[in-house]
Nanobody
């Protein structure tokens, strides 16, 4: 069982930055793939970024590549999402998720555990 709690969301102007954190409970954090997803009003939940158990391999959606950076600190059982050059289209609720195994899924169906989400609003 893994419990996830996101923080760091807020209101920011276009071009600004935010850093999201996701604190995980449980001793087996380092064995999980971690992902960030987002969901805007009226839209489906979409993949943003993911990181394998060691932190050496990362994946990004095309829409955020080069602007967002995912990282993890297994000692602190926390995963981060640094978001730079934010755009109004990045406005959404952001969720972190934990999935078992070594293969990194890009679908929400590949993740077992979810946080409650943190809201990010980017004003133009």
């Amino acid at each position: 069982q893994v419990q996830l709690v996101e923080s760091g969301g807020g209101l920011v102007q276009a071009g600004g930055s935010l850093k999201l954190s996701c604190a995980a409970s449980g001793r087996t954090f380092s064995s999980y793939v971690m992902g960030w997803f987002r969901q805007a009003p009226g839209k489906e939940r979409e993949f943003v970024a993911a990181i394998n158990w060691s932190g050496r391999t990362t994946y990004y959606a095309d829409s955020v590549r080069g602007r967002f950076t995912i990282s993890r600190d297994n000692a602190k059982t926390t995963v981060y999402l640094q978001m730079n050059s934010l755009k109004p289209d990045d406005t959404a609720d952001y969720y972190c998720a934990a999935g078992p195994g070594q293969r990194v899924p890009f679908s929400p169906l590949g993740y077992n555990y979810w946080g409650q989400g943190t809201q990010v609003t980017v004003s133009s």
